[in-house]
């Protein structure tokens, strides 16, 4: 090996953080636990001879990059959108990457917390963010202010889609669940020409203004492939949303158990986002019901 792609190979070796880059607030998964495993990897890259191409990633898995506010919007009775702008130089050859349904830890001076990007460019990406009376980070958030700072690595999840590789998709989600699901959505339904797969989405909200992304949702069903069922748990009265079916009721066990009646255990795909009691509660019935592939975002 000459001097040069030695250098290059050692280059390329992850960066080994501080021990006080670990924040403490038990992230999952911790800075320190992410360098481990990644230097694991590039030292059996190394024994196998095998070279990768490093692609330049805005985002780091171990060292937080700074980003600002740059907006900040409703989005629902009780979630917000912030939207994100990496602060500093870009070089040519980087760009923010991530693959639809990858989280992303978000640090403030006093804590950690991951989130799900719904959208993003190559230098700035949305958040869809649940905000809750006593939370921690929801607090921090609601006094957010444009031009702050926070700071940002990942990306983190191992769901890689392969496109036309599943007949349908069943979606289910309740909650801010729906920011894992629907980045995944709109790749399959709007940013990919060539698919053939047919997406379900169901997701359940207390009402109607507690549902986000509204206008989102009905561009996605206006494509042959796209439909989608919001589940709502209080009585709202007659409601109605263009190109979206709208049903009373908690999205509960016995809607999942007669939806999966109907479907390929074979040929479709299951993806869940929810509260860990949700998420728990529709895998007990994925194996009940015997369906061979599913995700769960946790
Ligand atoms: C991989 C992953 C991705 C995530 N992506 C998103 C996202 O894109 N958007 C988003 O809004 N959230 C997302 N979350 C949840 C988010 O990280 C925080 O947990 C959430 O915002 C609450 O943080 P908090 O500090 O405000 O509340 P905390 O201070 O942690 O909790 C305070 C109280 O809030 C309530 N609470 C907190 N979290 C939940 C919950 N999930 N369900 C029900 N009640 C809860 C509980 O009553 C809790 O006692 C994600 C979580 C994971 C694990």
């Not at 890689?160 to 590789?165: C, P």
């Not at 309740?174 to 790749?187: C, F």
């Not at 909200?205 to 206006?222: I, T, W, Y």
Request: overall charge neutral.
């Amino acid at each position: 090996m000459s001097s040069s792609e030695e250098d290059n190979e050692n280059m390329c070796r992850p960066t080994t953080p501080n021990e006080a880059d670990c924040c403490g607030n038990g992230c999952d998964p911790c800075i320190l636990d992410v360098h481990k495993r990644l230097l694991e990897q590039w030292k059996t890259n190394k024994l196998a001879g095998v070279h990768e191409r490093h692609k330049r990633n805005l985002l780091n898995l171990v060292e937080y990059k700074k980003f600002i506010v740059t907006g900040i919007e409703t989005a629902s009775a009780d979630s917000i959108f912030i939207r994100l702008k990496y602060k500093g130089n870009i070089e040519h050859s980087a760009q923010l990457f991530l693959n639809p349904g990858q989280h992303v830890i978000l640090h403030t001076p006093t804590l950690s917390r991951p989130f799900t990007p719904i959208l993003w460019t190559h230098n700035n990406l949305l958040l869809l963010v649940k905000l809750y009376a006593k939370g921690s980070f929801s607090n921090y958030a609601k006094q957010l202010k444009i031009d702050d700072q926070i700071d940002i690595r990942g990306p983190y999840g191992d769901f890689l889609y392969k496109s036309n590789s599943y007949e349908q998709i069943l979606m289910f989600s309740i909650g801010s669940g729906i920011a894992s699901l629907y980045p995944i959505a709109k790749s399959i339904i709007i940013d990919n020409d060539e698919e053939e797969t047919k997406i379900h989405l169901i997701a359940g909200f207390r009402s109607l203004a507690h549902v986000p992304l509204k206008k989102e949702l009905r561009a996605l069903a206006d494509y042959w492939n796209f439909k989608c069922t919001l589940q709502i748990s209080q009585d709202d009265g007659d409601i109605t949303l263009n190109g979206l079916k709208m049903e009373h009721g908690r999205l509960k066990e016995g809607i999942v158990r007669e939806l999966l009646k109907y479907h390929s255990l074979q040929t479709t795909l299951i993806l869940i986002c929810g509260t860990p009691e949700f998420n728990d509660g529709l895998e007990k019935i994925i194996r009940d019901t015997r369906y061979l592939h599913y995700h769960i975002f946790k």
